[in-house]
């Protein structure tokens, strides 16, 4: 997960958000960005653990879902609380972004 490749690969993707908060910042509206990464670490896929993607937005486009799941393991939250923890303790966009809100 730190090897030189993978945070080149994070490096990358992060240049990449920061072009699409730019360009939003001069969009005629406001956006909210939504990120959803099933990145291969964990067994589960999004559609196992709450319902098919393309539905769920289709919903919230409509008005009519949620967000929400019930995590059923105690692995679930703790990688949670260690994103969570890391992104606002760290000197990172996210951070301050997080710290924002």
């Given amino acids: 997960m730190e090897s030189p490749e993978s945070l080149r690969a994070l490096e990358e ?15 005629p509206r406001p956006y909210h960005i939504i990120v959803l990464s099933d990145h291969g670490q964990t067994w589960m896929t999004f559609k196992m653990l709450t319902c098919d993607i393309e539905e769920l937005v289709d919903a919230l486009i409509e008005g009519k879902g949620d967000v929400y799941t019930a995590q059923k393991t105690h692995e679930t939250w703790d990688k949670m609380n260690a994103l969570l923890s890391e992104s606002v303790l760290e000197d990172t966009r996210t951070a301050k972004f997080l710290d924002r809100c």
């Fill in 13 to 27: 993707t992060d240049r990449y958000f920061a072009r699409i908060e730019t360009a939003l910042q001069k969009a």
